[in-house]
């Protein structure tokens, strides 16, 4: 997965019981984040959190049409969370 190791920020927040944990990958604008427990190794919450970052990518990459058209399925909802703007 070459296209998301450049160009990606990672943020970790602790939040109470927990760290959230970010990543941005500049080139697409795309942002996921995860939370986990706070005694887990950061090279572990780094990798989880790259690992949905990269499903998040090809997932989008392999459905164009998608994002193209919002309003796709029945009743004006893509039946997908959130909205494209």
């Not at 995860?34 to 459905?63: F, H």
């Amino acid at each position: 997965m070459s296209r998301a190791e450049k160009g990606i920020i990672i943020e970790f927040s602790q939040v109470g019981g927990y760290v959230k944990v970010s990543a941005f990958h500049e080139p697409t604008m795309t942002e996921v984040s995860i939370v986990g427990d706070p005694r887990e190794t950061e090279e572990k919450l780094k990798q989880t959190v790259l690992s949905k970052l990269r499903y998040v990518l090809n997932k989008s990459e392999a459905s164009p049409s998608d994002k193209n058209n919002p309003n796709s399925a029945k009743g004006g909802k893509s039946g997908k969370r959130g909205i494209i703007v």
